[in-house]
């Protein structure tokens, strides 16, 4: 069974530049999550999608951190303009709805300079 | 609020010894509490849940024990080997309406040959 893919694997930008994730969640998984995990911390929960309709994004930073799903499969994550505290690795994640597993990928690692 | 945290940032055991990771959460409002084990550079990887009705689950050398009366939970690693070592945490999965699952902060555990 495949994964979660997630792309890029590293990116480094410098504060005031934008930046965009990529995420391809498993085949069938209606519910799709973005997580900031700090160095040293927990995931955050970012956003919270049901099919293209989001669900939470009580903790997304609005005024810099956009996120879609459009049809309901993939998803982006974006950050504009960068602050020097984003820097973090950006985890998605899904699920399907009956279970309570939730499946990861291997994040993106964001630098910001 | 809602919080979700460990007792020990870091566990040192011997390869062959039984590994106890605690976690103290606040929400009672959660219809499964969950492990994860992350290793460096990947994301989180589901290890055991156990519904909120239950205080006991067996898997493969690992056991969760849930406490609602103190609001604890912990994970039971028989027979520690070094693969184990790796950050574990320890999580809620929420039914505010749509399943929202919540990280504490991370117990390292390090495992010597």
């Known amino acids: 069974e495949a994964g979660v893919a997630q792309s890029p694997r590293y990116k480094i930008i410098e504060k005031r530049q934008s930046v965009a994730f990529w995420c391809n969640p498993i085949?069938?998984?209606?519910?799709l999550y973005w997580y900031q995990q700090i160095l040293g911390q927990g995931p955050k929960l970012l956003i919270q999608f049901q099919n293209n309709g989001v669900v939470d994004d009580s903790q997304l930073p609005k005024d810099r951190f956009s996120a879609e799903r459009l049809k309901g499969v993939d998803s982006t994550l974006k950050i504009q303009p960068a602050k020097l505290e984003d820097s973090a690795v950006y985890l998605c994640?899904?699920?399907?709805?009956?279970?309570?597993?939730?499946?990861f990928g291997s994040g993106t690692q964001l630098s910001v300079l | 609020g809602e919080s979700v945290g460990l007792h020990l940032p870091t566990l040192s055991v011997q390869e062959g010894d039984n590994s106890i990771i605690n976690c103290a959460y606040s929400?009672?409002?959660?219809?499964?509490f969950i492990w994860y084990k992350q290793e460096s550079g990947k994301g989180p990887q589901f290890i055991i849940d156990i519904r909120s009705n239950m205080d006991k689950r067996q898997g493969q050398r690992v056991t969760v024990l849930l406490n609602k009366t103190v609001k604890h939970l912990s994970l039971q690693i028989a027979a520690t080997q070094p693969g184990d070592s790796a950050v574990y945490f320890c999580a809620e999965l929420m039914n505010t309406g749509f399943q929202k699952l919540v990280f504490g902060t991370g117990t390292r555990l390090l495992v010597s040959p």
């Open positions: 994640a899904s699920r399907n709805p009956g279970r309570s597993k939730l499946f």
């Open positions: 929400n009672s409002a959660s219809d499964y």
């Open positions: 085949s069938g998984h209606a519910t």
